[in-house]
């Protein structure tokens, strides 16, 4: 049973609830995190591993029928630069997203940071409208 004093008190059950319920999230966040990762690595190695058996079959396949397999020097530089220019743009759109993350992050993290604030403005916002109609002793 816990030591502390367990309130009937709608606000007190609310926060209690909240805590638990955040508490829990905290514990189980970093599992989730890792098991995601998880999933895209492998994810990914699978995608590797099914492209380089492809083209293994496909150069197989060239080799036994004889099929010449020789680019032009102008093929080759086009599929080179090509995907240089896709790796760059992959590089630039990860860099993108990570700076949307992270000022993203940065605003969650200034809004908490300020919640107690508004809470306090809007406290102060409701004594004044509240104060004409209160009773004095």
């Given at each position: 049973m816990s030591t502390q004093t367990q309130s009937n008190d709608a606000f007190s059950v609310y926060k209690q609830n909240v805590q638990k319920y955040f508490e829990n999230i905290s514990k189980v966040t970093?599992?989730?995190?890792?098991?995601?990762t998880h999933l895209q690595e492998e994810y990914l190695k699978a995608c590797e591993k099914s492209i380089n058996a492809s083209v293994s079959m496909n150069q197989e396949i060239a080799k036994k029928s004889g099929v010449s397999t020789e680019l032009p020097s102008s093929a080759k530089s086009a599929f080179v630069?090509?995907?240089?220019?896709?790796?760059q743009a992959s590089t630039v759109h990860n860099q993108l997203v990570k700076t949307t993350i992270d000022a993203a992050v940065q605003n969650i993290k200034t809004f908490g940071d300020n919640a107690n604030a508004?809470?306090?403005i809007n406290k102060?916002?409701?004594q004044t409208?509240?104060?004409?109609?209160t009773q004095k002793n």
């Open positions: 970093p599992q989730y995190f890792q098991s995601i630069d090509a995907n240089k220019q896709f790796v508004f809470a306090d102060n916002i409701i409208w509240i104060t004409p109609f």
